[in-house]
């Protein structure tokens, strides 16, 4: 059963920590979206941490350039970007300024605002589909690159807003390797997700994109 939700927001101090740390703080989190259509309410379940400059894995692997610049900080901001041509895909900005270290939001709970949702996601089988995967997550809350760089610490008015929720337990902290990723980046267990938990994503392993002959 899960315990009361804790409304009070998560303050700039969170965010500016080291990124395995928030990672792993982020599980059990109510992730607020706000929109013109109604008001979204997600309890986060499923985390990517990326280590930037230091990890072959980041998007800030090689530097900063034009994409990547809102991971360099402050903490406490979105980084969201569009991958395949097809989907977005929503991470939380930590670590001291400067760092570009970054979470991604990989799964959660939709715990208010479902039938939203459900009009965003109409191929959800069930409920525990609506955001289940980086993609589907913000496709239900309807984030684009028109929220990158959105302030998570801007208040109750914001369009998205991150609250103390409901902390998941140490011992229902699991870890393993990060979905999809290649290389020396694949191996390290920076994936971090609620044990038992019906929304978490299936893990896959990298797998090289062939080319056509």
Same mark, same amino acid.
């Given at each position: 059963?899960?315990?009361?939700?804790?409304?009070?927001?998560?303050?700039?101090?969170?965010?500016?920590?080291?990124?395995?740390?928030?990672?792993?703080?982020?599980?059990?989190?109510?992730?607020?979206?706000?929109?013109?259509?109604?008001?979204?309410?997600?309890?986060?379940?499923?985390?990517?941490?990326?280590?930037?400059?230091?990890?072959?894995?980041?998007?800030?692997?090689?530097?900063?350039?034009?994409?990547?610049?809102?991971?360099?900080?402050?903490?406490?901001?979105?980084?969201?970007?569009?991958?395949?041509?097809? =989907?977005?895909?929503?991470?939380?900005?930590?670590?001291?300024?400067?760092?570009?270290?970054?979470?991604?939001?990989?799964?959660?709970?939709?715990?208010?605002?479902?039938?939203?949702?459900?009009?965003?996601?109409?191929?959800?089988?069930?409920?525990?589909?609506?955001?289940?995967?980086?993609?589907?997550?913000?496709?239900?809350?309807?984030?684009?690159?028109?929220?990158?760089?959105?302030?998570?610490?801007?208040?109750?008015?914001?369009?998205?807003?991150?609250?103390?929720?409901?902390?998941?337990?140490?011992?229902?902290?699991?870890?393993?390797?990060?979905?999809?990723?290649?290389?020396?980046?694949?191996?390290?267990? =920076?994936?971090? =997700?609620?044990?038992?938990?019906?929304?978490?994503?299936?893990?896959?392993?990298?797998?090289?994109?062939?080319?056509?002959?």
């Amino acid at each position: 059963m899960i315990a009361a939700i804790d409304r009070t927001p998560l303050v700039r101090e969170f965010f500016d920590r080291p990124v395995l740390d928030v990672a792993r703080d982020l599980l059990g989190r109510s992730l607020v979206r706000r929109a013109p259509e109604g008001t979204i309410e997600l309890r986060l379940t499923e985390v990517e941490a990326y280590a930037g400059e230091s990890d072959p894995g980041s998007h800030a692997y090689r530097g900063r350039t034009q994409r990547n610049a809102v991971m360099f900080g402050p903490p406490g901001h979105t980084y969201v970007y569009f991958t395949y041509g097809m =989907w977005h895909c929503m991470n939380v900005v930590c670590g001291p300024e400067g760092r570009a270290s970054g979470v991604l939001l990989r799964a959660g709970e939709i715990i208010e605002g479902a039938d939203l949702a459900r009009k965003r996601r109409p191929s959800a089988r069930n409920d525990r589909e609506l955001a289940k995967g980086p993609a589907r997550l913000a496709t239900s809350l309807d984030v684009d690159r028109t929220l990158n760089g959105a302030d998570l610490c801007a208040g109750p008015d914001a369009p998205l807003q991150l609250l103390a929720g409901t902390p998941c337990p140490p011992d229902r902290v699991r870890s393993g390797p990060r979905t999809g990723v290649a290389g020396e980046g694949g191996v390290h267990p =920076w994936r971090f =997700w609620i044990d038992g938990d019906p929304t978490v994503s299936p893990y896959r392993p990298h797998t090289p994109r062939r080319r056509r002959t």
